[in-house]
């Protein structure tokens, strides 16, 4: 045990700091009184230390587990610079070398050896470790990145739900859990899978005082703006994108651009992508382009920036990826570039997830980055508020407190949106809530039959927007409580029933420019995006496969008619603009069969029609033409087209012959198969003047309702 004065003593002697960080000092003395542990400390806070200083200060060998052969690298030559003995043991080292270092612990020449879960619950290995525990003791396993062992975590890893095995293996050995991230489920969960015996829970705060929060909207200046904010730091910085192919390519663009930057993902060879770390960590180059494959445990204390070109996948994933800025303490920067293209992506992949389960817990994770990335509140409130910390005030270090949108009392829509939560008896989440309140005719409003509910339709005077702004604010100032279990059902809390009572006012931040309009949602254009994007898989892997560029496959043009007007036969391929009847021939049924893969898995929704849409079709029904349909209800000629246009495309009983003639129809339909289905103006530029745009709405309707 320690022959030292105190644990400050035995700090400086070790690592050479004469105080600890806050919370530090009391977990190392629950763990040196032999106690199992669950410690939640953000990256940066300090959390390697409590277990790292009682492995020095007990007899006996601490064996730490770590999922990343290059994290447990990276933490055995940090304690080595120290002079401290640590070693590893992984698949990277030769038979002799691993021979040596198990020599050496069998002497008791080690303090610390970092394993992986799968060796560490390898039969073979658990034979060494038996001759560990007689000759030289175990005093404790620490489990690092605990988070892992969690579904609900944000880096899920099915090796690490094999380490509930441990409590039966070594009863008596205590067990320590850390991890950055964790919510209130993840930390229980945790708990439960590892079989803590009543452990000490120490969670440290969650605020990174130092980092500034940022959301800007992504748009086809994306690249531009990514370029000219990286000019504006001096300092280290990552750029995280969701795809390999993403990363390739800024990477390329920001070096063309003269920005110093490699690429980091799983794709790169072990060799690569260890090189190319390395330069990071040595300031050889300035940004490091990386999917999430990058970052676990990278100890560079002086990242500056961390700026996301696409949408991470959780809001445990963003916070974890953000903190990897400013971890000295400096003032560091992190920037969202959010559009709902890749939230549409996003969601694409998650439904390809073969569980229901699976799907669950991911779509409920991607609505809370959606949240914060929409949210008009303080961000660092929203965050905390995720892991169950209140933050009071604004924080002066992100966009919404420096630019502040105004502020109003919506306490009377407050009521409304509370009490529709309790008319649906705490059963919905907020998108269902805001249905009920505009008076929606979805069908799951009358399965329930919550049509009849004296909410139903009291908030028609604001818009859905405006009502899921509330929503979210009135969740992130924890005046309504949300399950995490999957599906985010609104639930009533103390703070409900005093808004109620009219006991606390609720008072928003509302951004104009989004209550003032509604953006519409294209399903057809979202739809033909990610098809596209199957279709160049496609090519790809038929390029690789005839040692072509995929270029000389078919162009991107030609991709895209593909995915606007979906050919059904060889035929109908053929005739697309880029296709010739060799090709067609070539390729046509492996494209055509991915296409019809595809529409078999991504069935849009059925719509029903709104009540002006009704209306209409109930005039038309009775043989009014549209000019006259206009008159009777006060509209222009183009409103009443595009009401039977919808009409016709959700499949309602709407005469397609009565508005536009059998010969105009079929011109039309040839004209949409040749150009696509982009926007009006394009199809009418070919067709010419004998053609109205109110004609080509109506027939592309009937062609779309055929896809």
Same mark, same amino acid.
């Not at 009391?26 to 032999?34: M, P, R, S, T, V």
């Not at 944000?154 to 441990?166: G, Q």
């Not at 008076?439 to 919550?450: M, V, W």
């Given at each position: ?28 003395? @629950? ?67 691993? &021979? ?12 610390? +050896? ?31 990145? @605990? ?10 890893? $099915? ?39 009543? $452990?000490?829970?120490?969670?440290? !705060? ?36 969701? !795809? ?7 990477? /390329? ?41 990058? *970052?676990?445990?990278?100890? /560079? ?23 990897? @800025? ?56 929203? #965050? ?48 269902? #809530? ?10 799951? #409003? ?24 509330? *929503?979210?604010? +009135? ?25 109620? &009572?009219?006991?606390? $006012? ?32 496609? &090519?790809?892997? #038929? ?16 991709? /895209? ?28 049924? !492996?494209?055509?069969?991915?296409? &019809? ?5 991504? /069935?849009?929704?059925?719509?029903? =029609? ?30 009443? !087209? ?10 309602? =009983? ?54």
């Amino acid at each position: 045990m320690s022959t030292f004065a105190s644990l400050e003593e035995a700090l400086k002697h070790f690592f050479g700091y004469d105080t600890f960080r806050p919370g530090q000092k009391k977990i190392i003395e @629950a763990a040196l009184h032999n106690k199992d542990l669950l410690t939640i400390m953000p990256t940066g806070g300090g959390k390697s230390l409590c277990f790292q200083l009682p492995a020095l200060l007990r007899n006996g060998i601490t064996i730490v587990v770590s999922p990343l052969i290059a994290l447990m690298q990276d933490q055995v030559d940090a304690l080595q610079d120290n002079g401290i003995n640590a070693t590893y043991l992984n698949s990277t080292l030769e038979y002799d070398e691993r &021979r040596s270092r198990q020599i050496a612990i069998l002497k008791n020449q080690i303090k610390l +050896l970092y394993v992986a879960p799968e060796r560490l619950l390898n039969e073979r290995f658990g034979l060494f470790l038996e001759q560990v525990a007689t000759k030289v003791g175990i005093s404790a396993i620490a489990i690092d990145e @605990a988070h892992c062992v969690s579904e609900w975590g944000h880096d899920f890893r $099915p090796e690490y739900s094999k380490l509930k095995l441990l409590r039966q293996r070594y009863p008596q050995i205590p067990l320590q859990a850390l991890t950055a991230t964790a919510t209130k489920r993840v930390q229980q969960d945790i708990i439960q899978q590892l079989n803590l015996r009543s $452990p000490d829970i120490h969670v440290a !705060s969650f605020d990174r005082s130092n980092i500034y929060y940022e959301i800007q909207p992504k748009d086809r200046h994306i690249y531009p703006k990514l370029l000219r904010a990286i000019r504006a730091e001096s300092g280290a910085g990552i750029v995280y994108c969701l !795809s390999r192919k993403s990363v390739e390519d800024v990477a /390329k663009r920001l070096r063309c651009d003269g920005i110093k930057a490699l690429p980091y993902h799983a794709g790169l060879s072990d060799r690569e992508r260890s090189s190319n770390q390395t330069s990071f960590l040595r300031d050889d180059i300035q940004v490091i382009v990386a999917t999430i494959a990058f *970052g676990m445990g990278i100890n /560079k204390p002086d990242v500056r920036f961390v700026f996301h070109y696409d949408l991470p996948r959780s809001l445990e994933n963003f916070y974890q990826e953000s903190g990897r @800025a400013g971890r000295d303490g400096e003032p560091s920067k992190s920037i969202l570039y959010f559009s709902l293209g890749d939230r549409n992506k996003i969601e694409f992949l998650i439904k390809q997830k073969p569980e229901q389960n699976e799907q669950k817990i991911a779509l409920q994770q991607l609505r809370q980055v959606i949240d914060y990335a929409e949210g008009n509140d303080c961000r660092r409130k929203i #965050i905390l508020r995720y892991f169950g910390e209140r933050y009071r005030g604004n924080c002066g270090q992100c966009d919404n407190c420096l630019n502040p949108k105004p502020i109003e009392d919506w306490t009377v829509e407050a009521q409304k949106f509370l009490s529709c939560v309790a008319r649906c008896q705490e059963k919905f989440g907020l998108n269902h #809530i805001v249905d009920v309140l505009i008076g929606s005719r979805k069908q799951k #409003i009358y399965q329930y039959g919550h049509h009849l509910l004296s909410t139903y339709g009291i908030g028609n005077g604001r818009t859905a927007d405006e009502w899921k702004m509330l *929503g979210r604010s +009135l969740i992130h100032q924890g005046y309504v409580g949300q399950t995490t279990d999957g599906y985010p059902i609104l639930k009533l809390n103390k703070r409900s029933w005093e808004i109620f &009572r009219d006991q606390l $006012p609720v008072k928003i931040a509302v951004d104009k420019n989004k209550t003032k309009t509604t953006t519409t949602y294209n399903p057809h254009k979202a739809e033909a995006e990610l098809l596209f994007e199957k279709l160049r898989k496609l &090519r790809k892997q #038929i390029a690789d496969h005839n040692s072509l560029a995929p270029y000389m496959i078919f162009a991107d043009s030609s991709l /895209k008619l593909m995915a606007q007007i979906r050919p059904k036969t060889l035929a109908d391929f053929a005739n697309l603009s880029g296709v010739n009847e060799y090709k067609a021939q070539q390729y046509g049924d !492996s494209f055509i069969s991915a296409i &019809r893969e595809f529409n078999e898995k991504n /069935k849009l929704p059925v719509s029903l =029609p709104s009540k002006s849409q009704l209306a209409t079709l109930q005039l038309h029904q009775q043989g009014l033409s549209v000019v006259e349909i206009a008159e009777e209800r006060g509209f222009a000629v183009s409103t009443i !087209s595009s009401h039977l246009s919808e009409l016709i495309e959700m499949n309602q =009983p709407v005469s397609l012959n009565q508005l536009v003639t059998a010969d105009k129809q079929q011109v039309i339909i040839k004209t949409i198969e040749q150009v696509g289905d982009i926007t009006l103006k394009t199809i009418k530029d070919k067709l010419g003047n004998d053609y109205s745009y109110d004609e080509i709405k109506l027939v592309r309707g009937w062609w779309r309702s055929q896809r």
